[in-house]
């Protein structure tokens, strides 16, 4: 047990006050004595300043027989039994948890009851429609027939075959509404469906937004690999050290954040763009409750799906001495509290602060769902009124840039770091501080929508200088604070106009490069953004977005023993992450996002739509038939897909 107990380790003057010992050898502890047996059982004892001091303490893991409760453990550290004397404990507060197996709660019992469900109803939806393949190529046609050798079979067996036929056909007939649904949850046809690459259509010039997509995504999965690493690490002195590099300011707590904006300007972008285009299709009419229900069940079922799976189920993800090193609790209790807030999308506006919410990463969610709220108004200005509509964006934006100038100019981080907390409710989550970048979207979508109308054009000089543009706007908004971790102070007008402005110059040049590939002016980066690859990857970015901070902090917290920061080990967690996270949001989006987006197609059939049973059986039976003939040809060991 002495051996399992945590120890002063090297690296203190890096940060490493993590001395947690050995958890699975303390578990793996079982003892026979002459009076009675026992195993070893593990805790972890955290302190804190009974006064203001700003003392760090290391979290020592303590290995102690499993009848030893808690506050025994904390009377030992107090007592100085267990060598704790030196580090003068008794000024401070010890709070020891003993980690022990958790048991399975209501809310999770119930969670695997649905996800049973979900999961019949994909069997039951692709058993259709294996089972509609197998009756069509069973029970062939006169022309499929070439040879007359089921004619003849049939003619053979007389009238109790074609009987046996003809009930089989009518009990797939009356499965009815029932049938329907269940072939939108065909995992076959669903997962084709996300790999499918489509290279023409009317809307094939936007296809570097695909690119776009998911290089925000890949940056958004590598700030977060960086942010979660230090409270896991035996020298977080070197992860913040990382910040002082010039290459370093991609993943920095201000400038790494732009990925997000990103996202707000595709999004505003391609609401306006599209709206646009059907308003003029349908003479100006158009069904704004289907506009919003759209939104709203294609982002909310798989949303709720994964906040009941975080809420109830995080406890059995994982369970190792990284786990115990905070208030595991929380996430829990605040999706119990709260978790109506996300499925309004207002836990952006409440509860006040981002760190009390459920699932905190979804403030982005909210706030796109009010910006796209609001973006009928106006579209539909810009639509019937365009110099109204340019007054409106206008008007939203100077007020964004007010209320970002009065917050920074009110709370200083230099002089009051404690702060911080406010700040980032105020400038970093509230949608009247982030809409900017949404507006600079909806810019670029209307000016894309008019430029055939109105017979723009843009020269090569034009586009050049706007390229010129582009470039040195991005990389003076990521760059620009270099100077700052080497020392360099920035004065109070200096960093009130950097953080009020640098958020939606960095949308303009997102924007701008959108835009330009978008109108044959993207050159090799066009090319580049509009990879075929990248398509089904952009179909997967919604569930990604969702689930990689969940499994990084799986990997995190399921770890026994500290990690050690180099260069080398982050780009292995990063990349790691990034696959496992595609490849998470991948099955997600199999089980739960694409049958829900199928079912509204059966809910809200468009004009000219074929019903979902008859498109989802003829896909899959495609799919089969490719997959029967790969088989056939190239035998079970190398089955390439068929493009």
Same mark, same amino acid.
């Given at each position: 047990?002495?051996?399992?107990?945590?120890?002063?380790?090297?690296?203190?003057?890096?940060?490493?006050?993590?001395?947690?010992?050995?958890?699975?050898?303390?578990?793996?502890?079982?003892?026979?004595?002459?009076?009675?047996?026992?195993?070893?059982?593990?805790?972890?004892?955290?302190?804190?300043?009974?006064?203001?001091?700003?003392?760090?303490?290391?979290?020592?893991?303590?290995?102690?027989?499993?009848?030893?409760?808690?506050?025994?453990?904390?009377?030992?550290?107090?007592?100085?039994?267990?060598?704790?004397?030196?580090?003068?404990?008794?000024?401070?507060?010890?709070?020891?948890?003993?980690?022990?197996?958790?048991?399975?709660?209501?809310?999770?019992?119930?969670?695997?009851?649905?996800?049973?469900?979900?999961?019949?109803?994909?069997?039951?939806?692709?058993?259709?429609?294996?089972?509609?393949?197998?009756?069509?190529?069973?029970?062939?046609?006169?022309?499929?027939?070439?040879?007359?050798?089921?004619?003849?079979?049939?003619?053979?067996?007389?009238?109790?075959?074609?009987?046996?036929?003809?009930?089989?056909?009518?009990?797939?007939?009356?499965?009815?509404?029932?049938?329907?649904?269940?072939?939108?949850?065909?995992?076959?046809?669903?997962?084709?469906?996300?790999?499918?690459?489509?290279?023409?259509?009317?809307?094939?010039?936007?296809?570097?937004?695909?690119?776009?997509?998911?290089?925000?995504?890949?940056?958004?999965?590598?700030?977060?690999?960086?942010?979660?690493?230090?409270?896991?690490?035996?020298?977080?002195?070197?992860?913040?050290?990382?910040?002082?590099?010039?290459?370093?300011?991609?993943?920095?707590?201000?400038?790494?954040?732009?990925?997000?904006?990103?996202?707000?300007?595709?999004?505003?972008?391609?609401?306006?763009?599209?709206?646009?285009?059907?308003?003029?299709?349908?003479? =100006?009419?158009?069904?704004? &409750?289907?506009?919003?229900?759209?939104? *709203?069940?294609? $982002?909310?079922? +798989? !949303? @709720?799906?994964?906040?009941?799976?975080?809420?109830?189920?995080?406890?059995?993800?994982?369970?190792?001495?990284?786990?115990?090193?905070?208030?595991?609790?929380?996430?829990?209790?605040?999706?119990?509290?709260?978790?109506?807030?996300?499925?309004?999308?207002?836990?952006?506006?409440?509860?006040?602060?981002?760190?009390?919410?459920?699932?905190?990463?979804?403030?982005?969610?909210?706030?796109?769902?009010?910006?796209?709220?609001?973006?009928?108004?106006?579209?539909?200005?810009?639509?019937?009124?365009?110099?109204? =509509?340019?007054?409106?964006? &206008?008007?939203?934006?100077?007020?964004? *840039?007010?209320? $970002?100038?009065? +917050? !920074? @100019?009110?709370?200083?981080?230099?002089?009051?770091?404690?702060?911080?907390?406010?700040?980032?409710?105020?400038?970093?989550?509230?949608?009247?501080?982030?809409?900017?970048?949404?507006?600079?979207?909806?810019?670029?979508?209307?000016?894309?929508?008019?430029?055939?109308?109105?017979?723009?054009?843009?020269?090569?000089?034009?586009?050049?200088?706007?390229?010129?543009?582009?470039?040195?706007?991005?990389?003076?908004?990521?760059?620009?604070?270099?100077?700052?971790?080497?020392?360099?102070?920035?004065?109070?007008?200096?960093?009130?106009?950097?953080?009020?402005?640098?958020?939606?110059?960095?949308?303009?040049?997102?924007?701008?490069?959108?835009?330009?590939?978008?109108?044959?002016?993207?050159?090799?980066?066009?090319?580049?953004?509009?990879?075929?690859?990248?398509?089904?990857?952009?179909?997967?970015?919604?569930?990604?977005?969702?689930?990689?901070?969940?499994?990084?902090?799986?990997?995190?917290?399921?770890?026994?023993?500290?990690?050690?920061?180099?260069?080398?080990?982050?780009?292995?967690?990063?990349?790691?992450?990034?696959?496992?996270?595609?490849?998470?949001?991948?099955?997600?989006?199999?089980?739960?996002?694409?049958?829900?987006?199928?079912?509204?197609?059966?809910?809200?059939?468009?004009?000219?739509?074929?019903?979902?049973?008859?498109?989802?059986?003829?896909?899959?039976?495609?799919?089969?038939?490719?997959?029967?003939?790969?088989?056939?040809?190239?035998?079970?060991?190398?089955?390439?897909?068929?493009?």
């Amino acid at each position: 047990m002495l051996d399992a107990s945590g120890k002063p380790p090297p690296g203190i003057l890096q940060g490493n006050i993590r001395w947690i010992g050995r958890y699975d050898l303390c578990r793996d502890i079982k003892a026979s004595l002459t009076q009675r047996d026992f195993n070893g059982r593990y805790c972890l004892t955290m302190s804190t300043a009974v006064n203001k001091s700003r003392t760090l303490l290391p979290e020592i893991g303590v290995c102690v027989p499993n009848s030893c409760s808690a506050d025994v453990v904390n009377q030992l550290i107090l007592s100085g039994v267990l060598g704790t004397d030196v580090l003068d404990i008794p000024k401070y507060n010890p709070n020891t948890i003993c980690i022990t197996d958790p048991e399975y709660s209501a809310g999770a019992i119930a969670a695997l009851c649905i996800c049973s469900i979900l999961g019949l109803l994909i069997v039951g939806g692709t058993g259709i429609s294996v089972f509609k393949y197998l009756r069509k190529t069973i029970f062939s046609t006169d022309e499929d027939d070439k040879d007359g050798i089921l004619n003849q079979s049939a003619t053979q067996s007389g009238d109790s075959n074609r009987t046996e036929s003809e009930n089989m056909k009518d009990t797939v007939k009356g499965l009815g509404v029932i049938e329907n649904t269940l072939s939108c949850f065909c995992a076959i046809t669903n997962g084709r469906k996300i790999l499918a690459i489509q290279k023409s259509g009317p809307y094939s010039h936007l296809a570097a937004l695909n690119g776009i997509r998911v290089l925000s995504m890949f940056w958004v999965i590598l700030l977060h690999t960086h942010q979660f690493i230090p409270e896991f690490t035996d020298n977080p002195h070197e992860v913040t050290s990382v910040y002082q590099r010039f290459s370093g300011q991609v993943i920095s707590n201000l400038t790494g954040t732009l990925a997000v904006d990103s996202f707000f300007v595709l999004s505003g972008m391609l609401v306006t763009y599209l709206t646009l285009n059907k308003l003029e299709k349908r003479a =100006g009419q158009l069904n704004w &409750a289907v506009f919003y229900f759209h939104r *709203f069940w294609r $982002l909310t079922p +798989v !949303y @709720m799906i994964i906040i009941m799976l975080w809420a109830t189920m995080r406890p059995y993800f994982t369970n190792g001495p990284l786990y115990w090193t905070m208030n595991i609790d929380y996430p829990i209790d605040n999706c119990r509290k709260y978790w109506w807030t996300n499925l309004l999308y207002i836990n952006n506006l409440y509860p006040y602060y981002l760190h009390e919410g459920c699932m905190t990463w979804g403030w982005y969610l909210a706030n796109d769902m009010q910006f796209y709220i609001i973006s009928p108004l106006i579209i539909y200005f810009l639509y019937r009124y365009s110099k109204i =509509g340019y007054a409106t964006i &206008a008007a939203l934006m100077t007020a964004c *840039f007010t209320s $970002l100038v009065v +917050v !920074y @100019m009110k709370y200083d981080l230099r002089k009051n770091p404690e702060q911080l907390d406010k700040l980032i409710t105020l400038t970093y989550i509230r949608p009247w501080s982030r809409i900017n970048s949404y507006l600079v979207g909806m810019i670029v979508g209307y000016v894309l929508y008019e430029m055939p109308r109105k017979r723009w054009k843009i020269s090569k000089l034009g586009a050049l200088l706007g390229w010129c543009c582009a470039i040195a706007t991005g990389l003076g908004t990521v760059y620009g604070l270099y100077r700052t971790p080497q020392g360099h102070s920035q004065t109070k007008p200096e960093a009130v106009f950097y953080q009020t402005v640098f958020r939606t110059l960095w949308a303009s040049a997102v924007g701008w490069v959108a835009f330009a590939c978008a109108i044959g002016k993207g050159g090799p980066v066009n090319s580049i953004l509009s990879w075929s690859a990248f398509a089904p990857l952009a179909k997967l970015t919604y569930c990604t977005y969702l689930l990689h901070p969940i499994l990084l902090e799986v990997y995190y917290r399921s770890s026994v023993t500290p990690f050690h920061y180099t260069d080398y080990n982050m780009v292995y967690i990063f990349l790691g992450n990034l696959v496992l996270s595609f490849a998470a949001a991948y099955i997600m989006s199999v089980c739960a996002e694409a049958p829900f987006m199928a079912l509204e197609k059966l809910i809200l059939p468009t004009k000219g739509s074929s019903p979902p049973d008859k498109k989802q059986s003829s896909e899959t039976s495609k799919l089969l038939q490719d997959s029967d003939h790969t088989l056939l040809k190239y035998g079970v060991k190398y089955a390439p897909t068929k493009n």
